[in-house]
């Protein structure tokens, strides 16, 4: 089985993938560190940390969609985390792999940006980037992240893909993102 989790910066997917793999063993990468390897390592592919999650999403593409296919023809469970990731682009592999894919995206779209500074810096882990920025580069990026994750829910309404919101309640809410990852569809045979 291969787990996609998704969505917006400061959602909650790193937390939701450590207690996914806490709870099966089953080994996650985190994609935005591939991200970085891309853009400080391979300047050609126009994949940068600055641009919107959408466009390093479609960069990246290639390279994800065939290293999950190598890994799903190759029978590895593996968890993948990460804002690069698109509900129309998983899709494709749906088609090709019916019930070998779980994913879910999250997003905030309704919480104050003072309740959000205060969930970022309570979650925070040693070395965080973000919070290493004065508050107002902060609050300009949760601010993207609403307007970004607003649009990841149209698009996973769109695309039949689930979207959990973690504005309120984000500690339960990541406990259903790992809950509904959990369920299998069906009995999976490679």
Sequence with gaps: MIYIISGASRSGKTIAAKMLFKKTNIPYINVDQLMMGFAGGMFD????????PDKNAELMWPFLKNTIISMIEGGIDYIFEGEEF????INE???LYPNIIRRCFI???EISQKDKMDNIRKYAEPNDWLVVHMDDYIKDHINNMIKYSNTIKEKCLEHNTVYFDSSSEFQNTLDEVVQYLCVI??????
Excluded: A, R
């Design 45 to 52: 592919t126009g994949i940068h940390p600055e641009n919107w």
């Design 86 to 89: 698109l509900p129309e682009l």
């Design 93 to 95: 592999l749906d088609i």
């Design 107 to 109: 997003g905030f779209t």
């Design 185 to 190: 569809k069906e009995t999976v045979s490679y």
